[in-house]
Every structure is written in C-alpha cells, then in structure tokens.
C-alpha cells in the first residue's frame, strides 16, 4: 500500500512524506486489538521495521516513520521504531485525550511525553502531533529537545479533546506546524487561525501568535517537520508554493500592510488559485494541469 501511495502522489504532482504508522495495541498495558483493527497492525515492531524496510526515498517521497500513540505501542517497541528512524521524520501522535494522559500516567508513572523521552523518541526529527495535555515538564522537555508539535485544531475541535497550550509551547522552543488528523475540515488557513482563536478562547487574552508566526506554522514549520527544504521562496529551496486570489469579498480593503493578516484571518481553501511543485505548475485556477513526478 506504501508503493501505492507514492505512486498516485507521483501520478497528480504532489510532493509526499509518507509516515508508515507502527499500530501494536488497542491500549495500554498491550489491550489486545479488536477485530477491526487488526488490519491496521504489522503484529510485532520487527515486522513493521522488516516491511518498512522495503519502502526508499524517492526524488518526489521522503519515507518516515510513526508511532501511532502511547496506547498502541508499548515502551519496547517504540524504542525500536525509534533506532529505525534515525535521521527520518518520526511522527506520533502525543497526549490527544485526557484519558490517555491519565492512563500512561497509572501505568508507567510517566506522562506520555516523558515515556517517549525515555523511550529516545524525541528530538529535532521528532513531531508531536496534537500535545493537548501536558504538563509544565511536558511543555518544557518539548521545547528543549527541539521537537516539533503539529497542531491539528479542527480536528481537536471536532472531537472535544481540548485546546493545547501553543503559545506556551513555542516560548519554550517547540516548532508549530500544521496539521488536518481527521480531516474534520481540509483547509490550512483554518488550522492557522484557529491556533490563535482557540487560544484567545482559552486564555481570555488576544494576540499570542502574530500572523506571520502563524503563516510559518502553515508553511516552513511543516515543510521542515516532513524533512523538505521549503516553505519560503529563496534560492535553493523547493519552489513549492500557491497563489491566493484577492478577488473574493473576505479581502476587501486589505492593502499591502494589512494582507497578510487578512490571509492568515480570512483566507480559505476556496481562494487558492495556482499550485506550483518543484517550480512546476500543476494547478491553475483551480484546475490540474499537469501529471508526473516533480522535482
């Protein structure tokens, strides 16, 4: 399936980090998987590592790594996905729910944060997706290790898990990017501004992430988490980048000193235009244009 997806990323022009997920347990304490996860499984960490194995960079795919969670891969295991990733993008998804704060904390006596920091997942390679609930500890360990925290917004939204602490997060040294998790909504202007309205939310107080703080979230901060040299137009980075019509009404008055607020604030999915992979336009106003690999 991993050589199926990066085939059909190839055919359409996308640019792919492909993150092969190792799934072991339906819980902690290794709860054994229900039926219908069990196709989400390689059984053992040595399975997943063997096949995985199979899977090589490509010009247009990057292979990573993940560990799906805490819940679903034991401490043991993840310190094998964890040696097998050096030097790859190493994705997990990190305290989403209370319960799974909780229930790593009963039975490790460990936050989920502090298991993957003994386990050696964390560091510049790493990505922490959602980190909803964590400790001042947590926050810190994050920001010290240079990992990375992918904020899914919509999705923590849509599933009531809560609203993590960004701000504090990025003050102590973490790297915001972006992400969708469920696909709740597909629409990165919105996961950007929702990481600074979720906030006011939360705290009562406006203005913790400065628009231009945001766009890097949505752009650089996630292109550098997959392991890609892109998100800003300078010479020899990846020309990845899209065009935004001004045309619609949500960017009426902005001028040059106002339209980047008015993108990051008002900006949706609807007003991209063009998209250009590797310098090599693929879509233009809204349709694709273009099949085979990018450089």
């Known amino acids: 399936m991993g050589r199926a997806v990066i085939q059909a990323a190839a ?12 799934y072991l347990y339906g819980g902690m304490n290794r709860h054994q998987l229900e039926p219908s996860q069990l196709r989400f499984s390689d059984g053992s ?21 993940a560990v799906h969670s805490v819940r679903a891969v034991d401490e043991a295991a993840i310190q094998i996905v964890a040696a097998r990733a050096e030097g790859m993008p190493l994705h997990f998804h990190l305290s989403e729910q209370t319960a ?21 997942a964390l560091g510049p390679n790493s990505t922490a997706v959602h980190a909803t609930h964590l400790s001042g500890d947590d926050v810190s ?43 709740a909504v597909i629409d990165v202007f919105e996961e950007a501004r929702a990481v600074e309205l979720d906030q006011r939310l939360l705290t009562g107080r406006r203005g913790g992430h400065a628009p231009d703080e945001l766009l890097v979230a949505a752009s650089s901060g996630g292109m550098q988490a997959l392991h890609w040299d892109a998100g800003q137009l300078t010479v020899g980075r990846l020309a990845d980048f899209i065009s935004v ?21 008002a900006a949706s999915a609807a007003d991209v235009r063009d998209v250009y992979i590797g310098g090599i336009q693929v879509v233009a106003d809204g349709h694709h244009l273009r099949l085979g690999n990018v450089r």
């Not at 019509?245 to 604030?265: I, K, P, Q, T, W």
Request: hydrophobic share 40%; net charge negative.
């Open 11 to 22: 055919d359409v022009g996308v640019r792919l980090t492909l993150l092969d997920a190792c």
């Open 141 to 183: 360990q994050l920001g010290t290790l240079g990992v990375a925290v992918c904020l899914c917004p919509t999705t923590e939204r849509d599933l009531g898990d809560g609203i993590g602490p960004a701000r504090a997060l990025s003050s102590a040294g973490a790297r915001l990017c972006l992400g969708s998790d469920s696909h």
């Open 100 to 120: 799974e704060y909780e229930e790593c904390l009963a039975a490790t006596a460990l936050t989920p944060t502090g298991l993957m920091r003994r386990a050696g």
């Open 245 to 265: 019509s001004l045309d619609s009404s949500r960017f009426a008055d902005a001028d040059s000193r106002s339209l980047l607020s008015y993108v990051v604030y």
């Open 45 to 65: 960490p040595n399975a997943w590592a063997e096949r995985v194995a199979g899977l090589e960079n490509q010009h247009q795919a990057n292979i990573g790594a």
